[in-house]
Structures are given as structure tokens and as C-alpha cells.
């Protein structure tokens, strides 16, 4: 599936819980439990994404042409975060990632996440992903 | 007494509502909301005052200068000083780095701190000593957040030169027994300075320079119902001509010559510059409003909230909070078992709540717990018992979204 066929099938999902904000954050925090462990010896100091209060670790892997991305945070939000993150980003090319927009983020009411002051660093961890994306490809 | 509703509509901000919820703010321990007569001074000193001061002989300048230096006299009488002994600066950390800067201390001498201070209260010191050859020496804490006091004349040898404390923990709440503290070391060297920070404990109880007995004590506006931007640095009065300037320019000086340049002294000397005069004069209208309500009644209304707070939260057996007694100012810190500050927090903000949450600028406090962050819940005059009921239901609601 291309990047913006995830971010509908993610819209899709989220519309359910309308504008009730509880179930919202109950599914993401059930997709950060659900997010795949990342290996242990790439839970390095440079994996680590600055500018979050809480601790995240990003590992970025390039094979056959495409972008792979494992994650952990200590914190559940910032985890369920990740773990959309990954769903969108996983297994697409580099350009497509450098070049995503996004929306679905606005879409599914999480926007107040997006803005610089929020401690979970969604912004550092998108950044750093198109950062990675283009790093591995050069 | 405090009559919550006439409180709380002085403070045009509580009418807020935040994700469609009305607002409960508890992180008045970052900075508190400002009365309708503090913001109401700041519009009349623009509307009606607005000079820059010490300088002009027209009247509005002259209006303008009695404005600020009687905002002085009512800050000095705020916490018993004399106006002579009250340096206006931007804040606590700003005071702090004046002291440090300006200290006339002999090279390779120590420093005490303590292991509950706000990072403001430890770099400073921290880079006097790396310039200084000086050795930084930390006063211990135990579990319950107490300062290990009994350790204290063992960490004073003959090169202790200052000792810098906070009278309550920005993170814990705790009150440290300052008084009996300067009364101990005075006696084990008169020589010793010693630095109280006030930040925490000024907008909650009453503080006494005459019965203190420190050497300086710092605190800011903006956590006591002031503007930000407004600060104090109370020096005693014989020490203050022997503190060196750090920043100099207008305002400071009698003769200024390409030779040689002649200072006043006393608080000018420290103050160059045009200061934040708007702000020095809201933070007399805070002193103002705090005495209007009655510092033992803030005290006493906050503390009920604390207790409530802590009853309620000591019942949630997935909460644990640091230093669990009640020697506290309006400050309550935990963490729910399992989750991180962080994610406690987002969901609280969601239910309207303010919360801070994080290491609170005491990350070596942190360490001594082992722990990254905490949540922090902290009260201020127009909280209500209601509000914590709201809150402890929102934190039960977090902690069930959480598991």
C-alpha cells in the first residue's frame, strides 16, 4: 500500500470515535503496546530522538530499495505515536517518505501533537524519519 | 477564611476552558495567573505612567521613579527588609546568577548546596567553582525529602564559603528548616554566606528577613501572582557595597569618566539599564493582593488542598508519591506505577487539568530517586477542594486508559 492508502485506512479507523477523545487514546494506546519491540542493541545514545520528554529509539534500515524502521518509547502515547508512524513509513521508498504531507495526523484529531511545545517530539520523530530516509539513500 | 468565589473572580483566566473543559490549573509551582489588580497596574502604567525613571525632571518621570521606588519600600516590607537591601532583578535565577557573579570569595573555596535544589541553585554555583578552582559540596536528602541536616557541620570545613538552600522544594513541596540552619552555621562561622531561594516558599507563607538571618534570598514575581520579568535579590544591607557588579551601564553610577568611573551605592548599583518597570510595579500589586487575602490564610487554605490531595491520591494504590507527609507547601509529586510522567499527563491535560510533568529542573533529585520525571500537582490561592475532587477523578479515568 503507498503511503496515502495507509493514512486512509488510518482515517477510517480512527472515525469510529468521532470526537470522543477517550476511545481515541485508548487505540493508541493500544497500538503502542502492540508496537514490535525493537532489537536491544539498537537501543543505542544515536538512536535516541532528541527533544522528547519522554525517551525514543529509532532504528532506520535500508533493504531492496526500501525504508524499515523499528522503535521503543517509555512512554505508552509517545509509543502508540511511533507506532503510527511506522505503519506509514514502513517498507516505502525514501522519496515518498521525504515527500509525505502527512494530513492523516489532523485527521484523526491529533494535531495538538504536532505543535513544538508538546514534549513527545511527534515533530523530532517525523523529522527524523525523513532525515534517516534520505541519509540511507544518498 | 478564604472566600473561593471572590477569590477566583479576580482572576479572569479561571473563566478559561481548556479541550472542552473548564480549566483546573495546578502548576502554579511553574507560574501562577495574575489578578485582575496586578494586570489592571500594568494597564494603568501604560495608560497613565509611562516614564522611564531616575533620569528626567518632567513629572511623568518623576511620577513614574516614586512609583518604582515605593514598589520597593512595599516589596522590603513584604518580607520585613529595608528598601536599601532590595535589588530588582528578572527573576530568581537572574538573582542567583548576580550573587555568584558578583561574590568577592577567595579562589579554591567550597560551596554547599543541596541535593533538592532547582538547577538554577546549583549551576551557578557549579560554574563559580570550575572558575574559581572551587569545590561544589552537595548536602544529602533522605527518602521522605528531608535535608540530611545532622551531615551539615561535617561537610563545613575551613574553605566553606557560601551555602545555598531553598527553603521549599520546587519539586517536593518539602519546607527545609532554614531558620535553625543559618542559626547553626552562624554559629559554626559567622563568616559562612549564606543563599535561601525563596522562589517556592514566598507565594506560600509568610517569610521574615529580620527573623531569617540570611544573607541573601532570592525569589520571582511571576510565581507569586506578579509579572514575569520581575524578580528580587534581598543582600543584607552590610554586605551589599561588597558585592561586585556583573553588568553595569545607566543608572548605576554618580561620575563617569574615561578614567575613572564612580558608582552609588546600594540597589542602583545592581539595577543598570531601564528595568521592567511595569513589572516591578505589578509585583507591588501582588504584595498588595497577597496581603489583601492574608498570607496565613493562603498558607492555610492551600494546605487543606494538599492534605486533601494527598488523602485522595494516598488511596490510589497505583500512586506513589514522593515524600508522603505533610511539611509541604502547596506541592504534590508522583508518579502512577508502571507509566511514564508523561503520559499521565497528556490524558490529565485532556480532562482540562495543568499539570507539570518532567524533572522539574532537578534532575539530580531524579537520580537520588532513580526515577526520570515526576507529575507534579501544585496549588495556589484560588484552587478549590472541588478542583482536586476533579483531578483525582481525572487521574483515576488516566490511570484506567493507561492499563
Redesign the interface.
Known sequence: MSIKEIEEEIISEFEIFGDEWEGKYEHLIDLGKSLTKIDEKNKTEENIIKGCQSRVWLNSEFKDGKIFFTAESDAIITKGMVALMIRVFNGQKAKDIVEAKLEFIDEIGLTEHLSPTRANGLVSMINRMKYDALNLTK | MIDSKHIREQFPILKKWV?NKPLVYFDNGATTQKPQMVIDSIVKYYSEQNANIHRGVHTLSREATELFEASRTTVASFINARPEEIIFTAGTTDSINLVANGLTIAKGSEIIVSQMEHHSNILPWQLWCERNEGKLVILPITKDGSLKIEELEGKITKNTALIALTQVSNTLGVINPVKEIIKKVKKINSEILILIDGAQSVPHMSVDMKELDCDFFVFSGHKMYAPTGSGVLFVKENLINTLKQSRTGGGTIKTVSFEKTEYVDGPLRFEAGTPNIEAVIGLAKACEFMNLVGIKNISDHEHLLLEHAQKELSAISEVEIYANHLNKAAVISFNVKG?????VG??LD?YGIAVR??HHCTQPLMSYYGI??TVRASFGVYNTKEEVDIFVEALK?SIK??N
Not at chain 2, 507509566?339 to 503520559?343: G, I, K, L, N
Open positions: 479541550n507509566q511514564h510522567p508523561f503520559d497528556t490524558l485532556k510533568t518532567g526520570q520525571g479515568k486508559l493507561l
